[in-house]
């Protein structure tokens, strides 16, 4: 069974433009999370996508959107991209509500902001 | 609010002893906690998992944890470390779909 896909691997931006980053959820699974994963910050909540409703948002501003599509996979926008942008995006999926189902993580897309 | 806090940043044993990972967390309700690990340039797995019940929890890769109310804790513990369990290790909770992590513990394996 194929685990939780992220595409690209790497992106290079520069201050100002917009980033896309893709994630495919396993299959049968229908809630899609992005996390933030930035040197010296940890891990942080960015959003929870569950059958295509964004249902929790982390502390993060607007610019900072997505969406979830009908086949489940997810898409991560960032706009006017700022130099502390730069980090590693993960995407996990989990059979609906997690905390009580198991999320599985993607291997990242590292962001990087010029 | 919830809140992990991981008090230590870098812990290093040797191959063969025994590991503790401290853990201790912030949440209104019984929590939902989870330990992850992260190796160099991969994604999070999980190791264990408490939602209720009995308060030590078996994990993967011979971990376990035990949550402890009291004090708001929820430690990883491995009886004989082995060199492969070098990584980052990440205590979490969650709520509503919102998990928040501990800013991580850094495990170095001596030989």
């Known amino acids: 069974e194929a685990g939780v896909t992220q595409s690209p691997t790497h992106l290079i931006k520069t201050r100002g433009q917009q980033a896309t980053l893709r994630c495919s959820p396993i299959?049968?699974?229908?809630?899609v999370y992005w996390y933030q994963q930035a040197l010296g910050l940890g891990l942080q909540f960015l959003l929870w996508?569950?059958?295509?409703?964004?249902?929790n948002r982390g502390n993060f501003p607007p610019r900072f959107s997505g969406r979830q599509f009908p086949n489940y996979s997810s898409e991560l926008n960032v706009n006017a991209l700022e130099l502390e942008d730069s980090a590693l995006y993960l995407c996990a999926s989990s059979l609906g509500l997690a905390g009580y189902n198991e999320q599985f993580f993607g291997p990242g897309t590292r962001l990087t902001v010029l | 609010a919830q809140s992990v806090t991981q008090p230590d940043i870098h812990i290093t044993v040797s191959e063969g002893a025994s590991l503790e990972l401290r853990c201790n967390y912030s949440?209104?309700?019984?929590?939902?906690l989870f330990w992850y690990v992260q190796s160099p340039g991969q994604g999070l797995q999980l190791l264990l998992k408490?939602?209720?019940?009995?308060?030590l929890v078996q994990g993967i890769k011979g971990f376990e944890a035990e949550f402890k109310r009291s004090q708001s804790s929820f430690n990883l513990r491995k009886p004989s470390v082995h060199w492969s369990d070098a990584a980052e290790y990440f205590c979490a909770v969650d709520s509503r779909g919102k998990s928040t992590f501990g800013d991580g513990t850094t495990l170095t394996v001596k030989p």
């Open positions: 299959s049968g699974h229908t809630s």
């Open positions: 408490y939602f209720s019940g009995d308060t």
């Open positions: 949440y209104g309700a019984t929590p939902y």
């Open positions: 996508y569950d059958e295509g409703e964004e249902r």
